[in-house]
């Protein structure tokens, strides 16, 4: 959003489509980039929790995630119902019919994925300070919000990394009191992810694993099998997000009013 904010640019997007995602549908910046995109040529698309927000009345194309008013201020069922709305965008645009079927399945999935207990993993990282999360392909942005919320709720460092990058330089980072949580799914990812699993493991790296990725000597995450690759990272988040709570209230934080945020903010 800086390129129109901070710098003042005017893209030019002729014959592109501009996709928006926000909760609140409230931040300057992310409202003025819809703004220039829609100028530039863009056709804009908001996929947002406000559907009366000022992103959406600048969009002209709104797609309501339908999540209801999240009274945290660290979102959560919104992250949630952006992710399964662009799903099932992409499994029309795709005329993908096995996403398609698996976007239909994806409330059972997320049910199940709410009772999964991933509560063992509280011992490894309510007591740490520093942690990395690891996804790759479509788990990474998973990783990425599992970090975010570790930092939000549990004031946990957590650095979210893709399992590639990992291994080019941080992962000499990784060790006692500086533990790895691992999100994998069943695609052409994951036999990258077994290998930096095992690495992990050999040095006696601290490690929990969700997904299919899980190897002797790391501490199994329950993530159901067959999930398609796409939902599979969607669903460890659900698990996540209790993991997170847990988490924070163990380490005596109140994680629905973290210190210092807001629950709109308002960036420029």
């Known amino acids: 959003p800086s390129i129109r904010s901070v710098y003042g640019a005017t893209p030019r997007l002729q014959e592109a489509l501009f996709i928006a995602v926000s909760q609140s549908g409230r931040s300057p910046d992310l409202v003025g980039l819809a703004e220039a995109a829609r100028a530039g040529g863009a056709l804009t698309l908001a996929v947002v929790n406000d559907a009366a927000s000022p ?12 999540a209801g ?10 992250w949630i119902g952006s992710a399964a709305a662009l799903m099932h965008l992409l499994a029309h645009w795709a005329d993908d019919p096995a996403l398609r079927d698996a976007v239909r399945r994806l409330p059972d999935d997320l049910a199940a994925a709410a009772r999964a207990d991933w509560s063992p993993a509280v ?3 309510a007591g740490v300070e520093h942690l990395f999360v690891v996804g790759r392909g479509p788990g990474f942005p998973a990783a990425q919000e599992a970090a975010l919320k570790l930092k939000e709720t549990a004031g946990l460092h957590a650095e979210a990394y893709s399992a590639a990058e990992l ?15 691992a999100l994998s799914q069943p695609d052409a990812a994951l036999p990258g992810m077994v290998d930096l699993v095992e690495r992990l493991t050999a040095r006696g790296v601290p490690l929990a694993v969700a997904g299919p990725a899980a190897r002797p000597g790391c501490l199994p995450l329950p993530l159901a099998a067959g999930l398609h690759p ?10 996540f997000y209790l993991l997170a709570e847990a988490v924070a209230r163990a380490r005596g934080r109140d994680p629905d009013r973290p210190p ?6 308002e960036t420029l």
């Open 55 to 66: 992103l959406a009345e600048r969009c002209e194309v709104v797609l309501p995630v339908h």
């Open 69 to 78: 008013i999240e009274r945290s201020v660290a979102a959560t069922k919104s």
């Open 123 to 125: 011992a490894l990282l």
């Open 167 to 181: 291994m080019h330089g941080p992962l000499t980072l990784a060790g006692p009191g500086f533990p790895v949580l």
């Open 230 to 239: 796409f939902v599979a990272p969607v669903a460890a988040v659900q698990s």
């Open 260 to 265: 210092h945020l807001s629950k709109v903010t």
